[in-house]
């Protein structure tokens, strides 16, 4: 007999005998195994009240926060101190960029956008009481606050990568692949498979999540051209849902069907190229008469796009405002434009003190200089002083009257008018006045005071006019 029925022969053995004495005890019940909560369907208790202040979509000046950047300890903390500041600027919508735990593995290049926890804050920044400090005293500033979401990738060492690889795309070798765009692939982060039913579910209530744990009031998704837009429909109708709060939800994307899948905002990618064109590359003004109209293809309503003249992005790649567009007096014109013209404006920390060195990624050897140029700041804050106190400024309907070197438009908002004349270029340039609008008289916005407009006005290198009545 061999070895192997030896040990069958007692294994059978052992067992009978502990079935016949366990037989000997009384039958006592035990209690269920509890199961262990599922996140994806648990709402997690409110913290603090919903804010009540959070502006209609088109009233919104979007202000983004780069919080390696922002202040020398480079948290949540040091947002905090600075927000009066932030709030006297004119701004009423703090957006964060990502504040989540990133990824420390061997493809990680220190990336914000390289996710490792979606339920989690980095230690870098602070901790959840931190971010609730920061969000209740934006709140009694009256200021909105939207966290920065990465849902097309994670970093390496998620732990999704283990626990589920099939919520990532594979390549026909059975390897998770990295996203790619305009040739460009992203090594250090891992795509995820949006036809994974599971994923979605998990991705939107870690999103949801956010509302309830730090009572946040929307968001910024992240690359949000690149997932399909049944995936936002859900996620966006999902929070949607949550009714004790009026969430305000951007796409960083230029697709028109963002504004069917929910979306309150575009990203003014187009914008931002249409300002680098004719302040650098000299192409006429009437460039932005055109991207008025084709930036807001499939808009309804009060959908809106977001428009700058930098962001984190840029900031790094092509310089800052005062070194792209011909200095300050070129990069507050270029703002005029992306502030008066269209859509609602967002403003990157640095750009309100005239600010000249570059935020470079992964944004961890530049600080914000607060001491930067005064004369800036408070130009920054006449003008949107000027777009808050009238409705044509803010989201009135444009006419086109620019030129090759001038951007003209009027707007109108029931008997609220508005004229803007800013200069493209860095000379004086003569500017001829339609007929409809020659004679006219109007109250300066910035300056104060009465201006009648005759047949011609001639503006300085830079110049602009902010007019109303």
């Known amino acids: 007999m061999s070895v192997r029925s030896n040990l069958f022969q007692i294994s059978t053995v052992l067992l009978l005998t502990v079935s016949l004495v366990g037989s000997c005890k009384p039958d006592v019940p035990q209690p269920p195994t509890p199961t262990p909560p599922n996140p994806t369907t648990v709402t997690p208790p409110q913290y603090g009240a919903p804010f009540a202040g959070v502006p209609n979509r088109e009233n919104a000046v979007m202000y983004q926060v780069n919080m390696r950047a922002f202040s020398q300890a480079g948290n949540f903390a040091g947002v905090t101190a600075r927000l009066d500041s932030i709030k006297a600027i004119g701004v009423n919508v703090l957006y964060l960029m990502p504040i989540y735990p990133i990824g420390t593995d061997s493809k990680s290049v220190n990336s914000p956008y390289a996710v490792k926890d979606y339920r989690a804050v980095n230690p870098e920044f602070g901790t959840l009481t931190d971010l609730r400090t920061l969000v209740d005293a934006a709140h009694a500033r009256g200021l909105t606050v939207l966290l920065d979401w990465v849902a097309n990738h994670t970093s390496f060492d998620h732990p999704w990568i283990t626990a589920h690889s099939d919520w990532y795309q594979k390549n026909a070798a ?5 996203p790619s765009n305009n040739g460009t692939t992203y090594n250090d982060v891992a795509q995820l498979n949006f036809n994974s039913a599971p994923m979605r ?104 796009v977001v428009r700058y003249i930098t962001n984190h992005d840029v900031n790094g790649s092509d310089g800052t405002p005062v070194g792209l567009f011909g200095g300050n007096a070129g990069a507050m014109s270029a703002f005029v434009i992306a502030s008066c013209y269209r859509g609602i404006p967002m ?35 006449q003008l949107l002083a000027a777009r808050a106190a009238s409705p044509a400024l803010r989201a009135g309907t444009p006419t086109a009257y620019s030129t090759t070197n001038v951007c003209a438009f009027t707007k109108t908002a029931g008997t609220d008018q508005a004229f803007v004349l800013v200069n493209v270029r860095n000379s004086a340039t003569t500017y001829t006045v339609p007929a409809a609008l020659a004679g006219t008289t109007w109250t300066n916005a910035l300056q104060g005071g009465t201006i009648t407009i005759g047949s011609q006005v001639v503006l300085p290198a830079f110049g602009y006019l902010v007019l109303k009545k």
């Open 174 to 178: 059975g390897n998770i692949m990295s």
């Open 201 to 304: 579910l998990e991705m939107i209530s870690a999103l949801k999540s956010w509302v309830y744990t730090a009572n946040v009031d929307g968001f910024r998704f992240d690359y949000a051209d690149f997932q399909p837009n049944d995936f936002w429909k859900q996620a966006n109708d999902t929070l949607r849902n949550i009714k004790t709060h009026k969430l305000l939800l951007m796409a960083e994307g230029t697709r028109s069907t963002n504004f069917a899948s929910g979306f309150d905002y575009n990203f003014g990618f187009n914008f931002y190229g249409g300002i680098y064109n004719v302040y650098r590359n000299n192409q006429p003004a009437t460039v932005f008469d055109n991207l008025n109209t084709s930036e807001y293809v499939g808009a309804t309503g009060t959908q809106q």
């Open 347 to 381: 403003i990157y920390n640095g750009q309100e003190v005239g600010m000249t060195t570059p935020i470079t990624f992964p944004f961890t050897t530049v600080k914000v200089n607060w001491n930067g140029n005064r004369a800036i700041t408070l130009a920054y804050k």
